[in-house]
């Protein structure tokens, strides 16, 4: 039965599994922590800025003031 698997099957891995979830993992979490710091981020700075006026009016003065219903 030994000479259905492949020469890639039998052979043992060089690099531990631990070690492979460790390369996988760790880039992972420091890209998704990133993410959830710029959202939480940008959400307590512009939080303040949002409003249903700003969402539903057209853009004024050149586009300098208003809304941004035609951008949504």
């Given at each position: 039965?030994t000479?259905?698997?492949?020469?890639?099957?039998?052979?043992k891995?060089?690099?531990?599994?631990?070690?492979?979830?460790?390369?996988?993992?760790?880039?992972?979490a420091?890209?998704?922590?990133?993410?959830?710091?710029?959202?939480?981020?940008?959400?307590?700075k512009?939080?303040?800025s949002?409003s249903?006026?700003?969402?539903?009016q057209?853009?004024s003065?050149?586009?300098?003031?208003?809304g941004?219903?035609p951008c949504?």
């Amino acid at each position: 039965m030994t000479g259905n698997l492949s020469h890639a099957t039998r052979r043992k891995s060089r690099i531990p599994d631990g070690l492979w979830f460790s390369l996988v993992a760790l880039p992972l979490a420091l890209f998704l922590a990133f993410v959830v710091y710029l959202v939480v981020h940008l959400l307590q700075k512009g939080a303040s800025s949002l409003s249903w006026k700003f969402l539903t009016q057209h853009p004024s003065r050149g586009m300098t003031e208003g809304g941004i219903l035609p951008c949504i």
